[in-house]
Structure formats: C-alpha cells, structure tokens
C-alpha cells in the first residue's frame, strides 16, 4: 500500500527491526519523523535498522494485544451473565428436583392398560401377591 504525499514524496507501510538496546533517530527533514539510522544511549550512531514490507493483513503488537483485551473481556463478561443466569434458575432448579424426589419416593403411579384390560404398576403387585397367596 502507497500513497503519494506531494510531487516526489511516497509512504509505504513498514516493518521496523532493530536491536532493543537503540531507537531509531529523528528525521532532520520531516518534523515528527524517524530516520533508518539507529542511536544509542548516549546518542552515538550505533548503526541501521531493517525494514521488511508490511503486509495489510498484520497485526502490530499493539493492535493485538487490543484484540486479545477485547476477548478477555467478552469471556468475563460472558461468565458473569452465565453465573447471574445459574444463580437465579438455582430455586427453580431445586424446587424441581425436590418434585421429582418426592415424586419418585411416592413409588410408581398406578396406570391401567385399558386396551389389554391388564393393570400396571403398584396393583399389579398387588394383584399377583394376592394369586399367589390364594392359591
């Protein structure tokens, strides 16, 4: 990507690598700018960075360490709503599974097969206990 600021004056995104220990100089033509050339602590030339093509599709370290922000606060913010969502259903929750114990504690309900005349459930025992003890 390029664009052409004034008659012979072209900008390119750029990569800037250069050891940890320097910083790029000012440039002495364009206020604001930053020159290739490296400086040291005690501003001596300590040499030259190098410049690689950026391509559109990176990410600065900045730009990512923005993204991953953004993620860790959507997850949080995701959790939370799931917890407030858990702590409010929680009585419902209980209340049902209180139905359900006292429910299955009352044994199995008593259901007649009208099509085969059979009975199921507790008066089927019943109704085999009571053969069973007549014969």
């Known amino acids: 990507m390029t664009t052409e600021d004034g008659?012979?004056?072209?900008r390119e995104k750029m990569i800037v690598e250069y050891p940890a220990d320097t910083r790029l100089s000012q440039s002495s033509t364009?206020?604001?700018g930053r020159s290739s050339?490296?400086?040291d602590e005690d501003n001596h030339?300590?040499?030259?960075?190098?410049?690689?093509?950026a391509d559109d599709d990176l990410l600065t370290r900045a730009e990512a360490e923005a993204m991953l922000k953004l993620a860790m606060a959507g997850a949080a913010a995701a959790g939370i709503v799931v917890t407030a969502a858990?702590?409010?259903a929680a009585p419902y929750?209980?209340?049902?599974?209180?139905?359900?114990?006292?429910?299955?504690?009352?044994?199995e309900p008593e259901?007649?097969?009208?099509a085969s005349g059979t009975?199921?459930?507790s008066k089927c025992r019943a109704s085999a206990l009571r053969v069973a003890s007549e014969g």
């Open 111 to 114: 259901l007649a097969d009208e």
């Open 119 to 121: 009975i199921t459930g």
């Open 37 to 39: 050339l490296l400086r």
């Open 93 to 107: 929750v209980r209340k049902g599974f209180a139905t359900l114990k006292s429910k299955l504690n009352r044994g």
């Open 7 to 10: 008659p012979r004056m072209v």
């Open 30 to 32: 364009t206020p604001g």
């Open 45 to 53: 030339l300590a040499g030259h960075s190098v410049l690689f093509p």
């Open 86 to 88: 858990a702590v409010k």
